[in-house]
């Protein structure tokens, strides 16, 4: 203990009395309480504290990438606060488990109480999107009267504020165009690319041809499916191609940041690349969570209200599984497995690159 230091206590560090003081089931206010309501303050109350902790390792991110002179110590920190995040995103998930023990006619005993509040309504979890990316990510604009229609005008100001700002989307995508490795006066890897991939698709094409179980028609739609895997292949290579798809919304990343990307999953095993590869996985890995979280809460919702009506006056669960589907945010990262190939045919890489990119330097 340091000189002069008062003690601490356990209640009094974790303000215990204020914390535990905070559950108050509307249906008390009404002369009978309805016992499951506590159960359904509690879980909401530890997701509003798990979506805070979230927030503070998004805010560590989003400093290290707003900064652009990234180093290797700065990835490895990110990756451990995503990693973090996502341990985060499976304890919300089990929560529903909990809530789950909850009877919809248990539910409905406070159900009506709670109008019009709703889950929509976490400005947290509204914080985590707009940071995350939501806005930039989506191939439509954002509807920001539904996105933030359902907050007081003090909450809905912070979070147009929020969607005037550098998110995390933005950023990766910015960090991934400066990444230097992939033209270089002596080496330009996406020719040696493009070879190997028509080598790949070639092989295919004859594996098709000499599959003795296929019918002649079957064998010409595969070989057509094939035909369309070379015109994504030449549309990724293409840089017309590509500037075109992100017209149309199809695409949200450059060619260069796209081709960069891929460039760190296909040699992910290059020390220098390593790190980059984690952090990419670890935004797909979180982009997955929360597409299960939501997707457990449409399940939930139908669960407990059938057919009803959302308490926020949304169409219930029905809204929650399409907000499941459409609110995912990395879906660049995703696709990008369309253009991986079989590690014997990755192009060698240039004796001095390799040495880079295998923390080799000359003293």
């Known amino acids: 203990m340091e000189a002069g230091q008062k003690p601490v206590y356990y209640s009094q560090y974790l303000m215990l009395e204020k914390l535990l003081d905070t559950q108050y089931p509307k249906s008390r206010e009404y002369g009978k309480e309805s016992h499951d309501e506590t159960l359904f303050i509690i879980v909401h109350q530890a997701y509003e504290l798990w979506f805070k902790q979230i927030l503070h390792e998004l805010n560590f991110i989003l400093d290290v990438f707003k900064n652009g002179n990234i180093k290797e110590s700065d990835i490895s920190n990110c990756v451990q606060k995503t990693d973090r995040i996502i341990k985060i995103q499976k304890v919300l998930i089990q929560h529903f488990e909990v809530l789950e023990t909850m009877t919809p006619m248990d539910f409905l005993e406070f159900r009506d109480l709670l109008i019009p509040a709703s889950g929509f309504q976490s400005m947290q979890f509204r914080e985590i999107e707009i940071k995350m990316g939501i806005a930039s990510s989506k191939g439509h604009v954002l509807n920001k009267k539904f996105f933030l229609g359902r907050f007081n005008e003090e909450e809905r100001k912070t979070l147009e504020n929020l969607?005037?700002?550098?998110?995390?989307?933005?950023?990766?995508?910015?960090?991934?165009?400066?990444?230097?490795?992939?033209?270089?006066?002596?080496?330009?890897?996406?020719?040696?690319?493009?070879?190997?991939?028509?080598?790949?698709?070639?092989?295919?094409?004859?594996?098709?041809?000499?599959?003795?179980?296929?019918?002649?028609?079957?064998?010409?739609?595969?070989?057509?499916?094939?035909?369309?895997?070379?015109?994504?292949?030449?549309?990724?290579?293409?840089?017309?191609?590509?500037?075109?798809?992100?017209?149309?919304?199809?695409?949200?990343?450059?060619?260069?940041?796209?081709?960069?990307?891929?460039?760190?999953?296909?040699?992910?095993?290059?020390?220098?690349?390593?790190?980059?590869?984690?952090?990419?996985?670890?935004?797909?890995?979180?982009?997955?969570?929360?597409?299960?979280?939501?997707?457990?809460?449409?399940?939930?919702?139908?669960?407990?209200?059938?057919?009803?009506?959302?308490?926020?006056?949304?169409?219930?669960?029905?809204?929650?599984?399409?907000?499941?589907?459409?609110?995912?945010?990395?879906?660049?990262?995703?696709?990008?497995?369309?253009?991986?190939?079989?590690?014997?045919?990755?192009?060698p890489l240039p004796k001095e690159l390799k040495s880079k990119l295998g923390f080799s330097f000359e003293v």
């Open 163 to 347: 969607t005037n700002q550098k998110n995390l989307f933005e950023l990766i995508h910015e960090w991934l165009e400066r990444m230097p490795f992939t033209d270089t006066a002596d080496f330009d890897f996406w020719s040696s690319y493009k070879v190997a991939v028509e080598k790949m698709l070639n092989s295919d094409k004859e594996i098709i041809k000499n599959n003795v179980s296929l019918t002649e028609e079957e064998k010409q739609e595969q070989i057509n499916f094939l035909d369309i895997t070379q015109e994504t292949f030449n549309s990724l290579l293409d840089l017309d191609s590509h500037n075109e798809l992100m017209k149309e919304g199809k695409r949200k990343f450059s060619q260069k940041a796209t081709l960069n990307a891929l460039f760190i999953l296909l040699y992910r095993n290059e020390p220098l690349l390593t790190q980059p590869h984690s952090l990419l996985k670890s935004f797909i890995d979180i982009d997955t969570n929360f597409t299960e979280w939501r997707h457990r809460h449409a399940l939930l919702a139908h669960r407990m209200l059938g057919t009803k009506i959302g308490t926020g006056g949304t169409s219930g669960h029905e809204y929650l599984r399409k907000a499941a589907i459409n609110n995912q945010i990395y879906f660049e990262l995703f696709d990008l497995s369309t253009f991986l190939i079989p590690t014997h045919l990755l192009p």
